[in-house]
């Protein structure tokens, strides 16, 4: 059984960093694309990031592009999420999820990562001060 983990959130300042992990395991890493989703109190989820383990190729949303990093270590079978410039409505709790990569559109083009994900993670809070 599939399963992903994340870790690092916690509480910064606006203009500050942190850096979340999703640690994978239980299936095949690399045939797998992972995505960052995170929701906010009240709000729909939205998927912000999204990076193939195979090729390198990666989605930003717009609300993150120039400020956030997807990467991935294969040996690891971790992804990482590297936030900057962080903001107080970046607060939300975040979540990795894991998509195969042959039902994952829009990822090589690096406009979207739309797919129907298999697995997810328990989600870690990260919360930004003013």
């Known amino acids: 059984e599939g399963q992903l983990a994340e870790s690092g959130g916690g509480l910064a300042q606006a203009g500050g960093s942190l850096r979340l992990s999703c640690a994978a395991s239980?299936?095949?890493?690399?045939?797998?694309?992972i995505a960052w989703f995170r929701q906010a109190a009240g709000k729909e989820r939205e998927g912000i990031s999204c990076i193939s383990s195979i090729d390198g190729s990666v989605y930003y949303d717009d609300s993150v592009k120039g400020r956030f990093t997807v990467s991935s270590d294969n040996a690891k079978n971790t992804v990482y999420l590297q936030m900057n410039s962080l903001k107080p409505e970046d607060t939300a709790v975040y979540y990795c999820?894991?998509?195969?990569?042959?039902?994952?559109?829009?990822?090589?083009?690096?406009?979207?990562?739309?797919?129907?994900?298999?697995?997810w993670g328990q989600g870690t809070q990260v919360t930004v001060s003013s």
């Open positions: 239980g299936f095949p890493f690399g045939d797998y694309a």
């Open positions: 999820a894991a998509a195969q990569l042959e039902f994952v559109f829009g990822l090589s083009e690096g406009t979207a990562c739309q797919a129907i994900y298999d697995y």
